[in-house]
């Protein structure tokens, strides 16, 4: 049996804005949600919601009405939420619309996207439990799978995950994780008692993500009975192929023009017509398919960049520094007991700021533009580290006043 597990990724941060040095001490509006900028986050919000969430959610509807097989999961970060709730409010109804159908999984991450867990255990269990919250404010569901951002795993992670309650963590499929095997079965962690991996086929997976409008791919066009021939192929020598991506893949990575709706609408239909084949949530996965074996991941990967690593947000000074000063805050600012700080601080922990202050501009930079509002890597740290001068500001005046 070849079972497809759909996973997109959903995730939009709260952009800095251009933030000069005589703001310090004067303006502690930090979030660029009202420039006449194209890449203010009002504007991205909106232009994303017309060109991929509402269409793709409409569509994904659709399927999920014509194939009761059929399912998807995602994980939709707490900011993004967050943003629905301010400038699309549309949107946010349209997922609400596929969870209610109880064939579309939610999983849990850290509500801010953060890098949390690497620089603060109480932190990263407190935006995990945020998240859950919103999401049963919302959806009315608790997740029981867990995504850590941009898939970011090593197997303290996995153990660390069990205590807190999951059953399940999605992760990268990475070649130098799994050397001769195959990234189409579910592992175990290694070192835990039974918590589920399941691993991205990124070869499947950036097919439809990255290459399915390259002209010079040598199987361009791809065709939805191309790629389940490629998927059905697996049966007798896999359990499931987990398709991750980002969910703006559709219409807005991969535009209209391309033919990406029209491939996602015929796939149902093609991997069905293999009778082993079907689809599953995270959850239906680990439930049905026992582990052939441990995994064991001593260091970090993720699903960023070829190399599958951290260097995506820590690769250079400035990101080790920016990342540094901003969890040197956390005992202070949490000390004030302000909420308003509080949540200055935990947007400022968005792994997407860090990243795009990447440096590793030769087989990545088109990605670390994407939705990028900075001319370079040293404006996004200098616009990151006023703001960050001017946020401790305020937190010393603060406790100043408790003093």
Request: hydrophobic share 35%.
């Amino acid at each position: 049996m070849a079972s497809v597990c759909f996973y997109f990724q959903v995730h939009q941060p709260r952009r800095i804005k251009k933030y000069r040095i005589y703001d310090i001490g004067k303006n502690s509006s930090y979030f660029d949600d009202k420039s006449e900028s194209n890449l203010n986050n009002r504007k991205i919000i909106k232009k994303v919601s017309e060109k991929c969430y509402l269409p793709t959610n409409k569509l994904i509807l659709k399927l999920l009405k014509k194939y009761p097989k059929f399912c998807v999961s995602y994980s939709l970060s707490g900011v993004f939420l967050e943003q629905l709730e301010e400038y699309s409010k549309p949107t946010l109804k349209s997922f609400q619309k596929l969870v209610d159908t109880g064939r579309v999984e939610l999983l849990s991450e850290t509500y801010y996207h953060s890098l949390s867990f690497l620089y603060s255990r109480s932190e990263f269990v407190s935006q995990i439990e945020l998240h859950k919250k919103k999401i049963k404010e919302l959806f009315g569901v608790t997740p029981t799978v867990f995504r850590n951002t941009e898939l970011i795993y090593n197997d303290d992670l996995g153990r660390f995950i069990e205590k807190i309650g999951y059953k399940g963590i999605i992760t990268e499929g990475a070649d130098h994780v799994l050397d001769w095997r195959s990234p189409n079965f579910v592992y175990k962690a290694a070192g835990s008692k039974d918590l589920k991996v399941l691993l991205k086929n990124y070869k499947l997976s950036d097919d439809i993500a990255f290459r399915f409008s390259s002209r010079s791919w040598s199987e361009w066009p791809l065709t939805s009975e191309k790629f389940a021939q490629w998927v059905s192929s697996i049966n007798g020598n896999g359990q499931v192929v987990n398709l991750f991506m980002d969910y703006e893949t559709f219409g807005e990575h991969q535009w209209e023009d391309t033919g990406i709706f029209k491939f996602l609408e015929n796939l149902p239909s093609e991997i069905l017509k293999h009778p082993d084949n079907d689809f599953v949530t995270p959850t239906d996965a680990i439930k049905r398919y026992k582990p052939i074996g441990d995994l064991s991941c001593p260091n970090f990967i993720s699903w960023a960049d070829v190399e599958r690593d951290l260097s995506a947000w820590m690769s250079n000074d400035i990101q080790k520094d920016a990342l540094r000063r901003v969890y040197e805050l956390e005992k202070k600012v949490f000390l004030t007991n302000n909420a308003k700080l509080i949540e200055d601080w935990r947007r400022l922990t968005t792994s997407d700021h860090f990243y795009y202050m990447c440096t590793k501009w030769f087989n990545d930079g088109d990605v670390h533009k994407y939705f990028n509002p900075y001319d370079s890597p040293y404006d996004a740290f200098i616009y990151f580290m006023r703001v960050l001068t001017d946020l401790e500001t305020r937190i010393e005046r603060k406790l100043q006043i408790y003093a």
